[in-house]
Structure formats: structure tokens, C-alpha cells
T-cell receptor
């Protein structure tokens, strides 16, 4: 059974700082996704990563995938308050997504 | 509509009652998924529909849970004889097809509370 671990589970950052969220998974997969969830809201798709070495960037967020290490990272550059949310990685496993526990990100002014 | 639509947004019911949750996927999306999100268990897969194929029910936690998808569009998730541990947010998602480069688009969910 596939297991997905995210760390840290909680991250408090100062505005302007950089940080990385890590997503490890236990079994080979050909697809990995990052989602954002705001309080009381649903999940918003951020990135789809399909191949080893894939890197995608959108604004201050950059995601990468190392399939050999079974590791994906979500890097935050020069954080701003609007990035405060919960971030989930999800790994494709058959017909379903297996989600990590989520990282609660709080960006302080 | 532009996104996945779920109803009701909130449902409060007594233990032992049956509930039905509805999902209207994005037009043209053939793949439909149900997940639930709870504090203790995180996000868990429940069931998957793809076109007219037999659904993947491997995530349903008990035989009290069932789902159907009529006409390849709207789906209903039914929970019979609800228990307190069924309290969670039930999320529906859809995608164009079950394929690697197709992200699942999620609805706002139904928050289910069992008293």
C-alpha cells in the first residue's frame, strides 16, 4: 500500500523568506500532484508532475519531482501573506490519489 | 457550471439516518471520484467512476456506503444507518479522463455532521 509523507506538517514563515515542503512516497508512481486548500474551501490544483526531473513554476511556488528518490519538493520563494493555506501533495496510485497529511503554511507579516 | 458542484453544502443528521450527497461534475469530464476529508484520517479515496465501466469501489469503508452515477454525469453517494465516525467533509472531483496529465478538479464538498 502506498504511503505519502509530507513534512513539515506546520510551517510558520516570515514574509520574504524561502522555504521548502517535502513529499516522500513509498511506491513507484508515474504522477504526482500538488494542491492548495484555503480554510473552508476545496482543493485547488497547483502542479502536475509526470516525469523524473520535472520542474514547474508558478509565481513564488516551484515544484520538482525525483522519481528515483520518490521525493517531490514545493519551494516557496519570498513568501507573502497570500500564500497562507494548507498544501497537499498527492500521488497517483491506480485509479486514485493518495494524499499526504498536508502542510499548514502561515506567512507572518 | 464552470466547476464541480456538490449539494448540500452542509448536512446535519441523527445517527442511524440515511443521507444522500450529490455531485455534478464539470461538463465533459468522464472520470468522477469521491473522497472524504476528516481530522483523524486526512483525505481518503472512496470510489471512482470512468464512463460506463464498472466503478472502483475499493475505498468504500463499509457496506453502508454506496454510490451511483447516472447517465455518466451526476453522481450520488449514499450512506445508510449513519454513524458518528461518518462525520467528515465529502469531496467530489472530476477529470477529463483517467490519465496521468489530468488533474482532478474538486468541488467545495459536503460537510456531514452526525449527531
Amino acid at each position: 500500500e502506498l504511503k505519502v509523507e509530507q513534512n513539515p506538517l506546520f510551517l510558520s514563515m516570515q514574509e520574504g523568506k524561502n522555504y521548502t515542503i517535502y513529499c516522500n512516497y513509498s511506491t513507484t508512481s508515474d504522477r504526482l500532484y500538488w494542491y492548495r486548500q484555503d480554510p473552508g474551501k476545496s482543493l485547488e490544483s497547483l502542479f502536475v508532475l509526470l516525469s523524473n526531473g520535472a520542474v514547474k513554476q508558478e509565481g513564488r511556488l516551484m515544484a520538482s519531482l525525483d522519481t528515483k528518490a520518490r521525493l517531490s519538493t514545493l519551494h516557496i520563494t519570498a513568501a507573502v501573506h497570500d500564500l497562507s493555506a494548507t498544501y497537499f501533495c498527492a500521488v497517483g496510485y491506480g485509479n486514485k490519489l493518495v494524499f499526504g497529511a498536508g502542510t499548514i503554511l502561515r506567512v507572518k507579516s | 457550471g464552470a466547476g464541480v458542484s456538490q449539494s448540500p453544502s452542509n448536512k446535519v443528521t441523527e445517527k442511524g439516518k440515511d443521507v444522500e450527497l450529490r455531485c455534478d461534475p464539470i461538463s465533459g469530464h468522464t472520470a468522477l471520484y469521491w473522497y472524504r476529508q476528516s481530522l483523524g484520517q486526512g483525505l481518503e479515496f472512496l470510489i471512482y467512476f470512468q464512463g460506463n465501466s464498472a466503478p472502483d469501489k475499493s475505498g468504500l469503508p463499509s457496506d453502508r456506503f454506496s454510490a451511483e452515477r447516472t447517465g455518466g454525469s451526476v453522481s450520488t453517494l449514499t450512506i445508510q444507518r449513519t454513524q458518528q465516525e461518518d462525520s467528515a467533509v465529502y469531496l467530489c472531483a472530476s477529470s477529463r479522463r483517467q490519465g496521468a496529465n489530468q488533474p482532478q478538479h474538486f468541488g467545495d464538498g459536503t460537510r456531514l455532521s452526525i449527531l
